[in-house]
């Protein structure tokens, strides 16, 4: 693994060593949902024992199967989870980005990772230590409730996709995906694909090849795809192609 040690001069040996975490040296982990609610001097005793590091794009942070050792916390980048079958093959099973935790449930089971975790990008990830994580969690009240809105906000992100998965066909998928590239809501819009077609096919939970043919179906509805730049004609029309606005949020 090409892990390289986070930030500078002492801090960036501060998590190599393991000493204590500065939070007021990443000041963006004070709103993240998991700490959003503990006073300064809670979220620095929560931190005591955590690390940070930065990892480059293709850095594997552990694998399928391996034991956790720590909560972690994606301070900045991309951070994809993928799951192997037992001939080899692996898919995106989600991406992440800052403020969100992963793979929460087996730091706090303490069992097995159910998936492997890469960078999709540089990234700078927060480690916290399972074992005094799961203690903290029983004590600090604050934490526990931010552990449970940051766990449900996953559980509802989760269970939208099931439903799109279910409901949608592969190129209302794709159109969602597409729109989700943008925050404009109107009018005509230009974005640029964040990942290869093959991840953004897992992402959506269809092959390479119908990620093609689903393009081509999208056409129709004013988008088009030039290497990663992606032409959106009219947001609305895509929209309710999708059925977008037709969804609880």
């Not at 992100?157 to 989700?180: D, M, P």
Request: with cysteine.
């Amino acid at each position: 693994m090409l892990e390289q040690t986070f930030g500078q001069s002492d801090y960036a040996n501060a998590a190599v060593a393991g000493r204590a975490f500065r939070w007021e040296e990443v000041p963006e982990v004070r709103i993240f949902p998991l700490f959003a609610r503990l006073s300064n001097d809670l979220l620095a005793e929560v931190l005591a024992a955590a690390t940070a590091h930065r990892y480059i794009s293709g850095d594997t942070l552990f694998h399928q199967g391996e034991d956790p050792q720590s909560l972690h916390v994606v301070i900045d980048g991309e951070i994809g989870l993928f799951g192997t079958a037992s001939d080899g093959e692996e898919t995106v099973v989600n991406i992440l980005r800052s403020g969100e935790i992963f793979i929460a449930a087996a730091a706090l089971t303490g069992r097995p990772y159910l998936m492997s975790a890469k960078a999709l990008a540089p990234s700078r990830i927060l480690a916290l230590p399972a074992e005094r994580l799961r203690r903290d969690l029983q004590s600090v009240p604050d934490l526990a409730a931010g552990m449970l809105e940051a766990m449900s906000t996953h559980f509802r992100t989760l269970v939208r996709e099931v439903k799109e998965l279910k409901l949608k066909t592969s190129a209302q998928r794709l159109g969602l995906y597409l729109l989700s590239l943008t925050p404009k809501r109107s009018g005509s819009a230009v974005a640029w694909l964040p990942h290869s077609k093959r991840v953004i096919a897992a992402r959506i939970g269809i092959r390479p090849e119908t990620l093609s043919r689903s393009l081509a179906a999208l056409q129709q509805y004013g988008v088009q795809v030039s290497a990663t730049k992606v032409s959106i004609a009219d947001l609305e029309t895509l929209a309710a192609f999708c059925h977008r606005d037709d969804e609880v949020i």
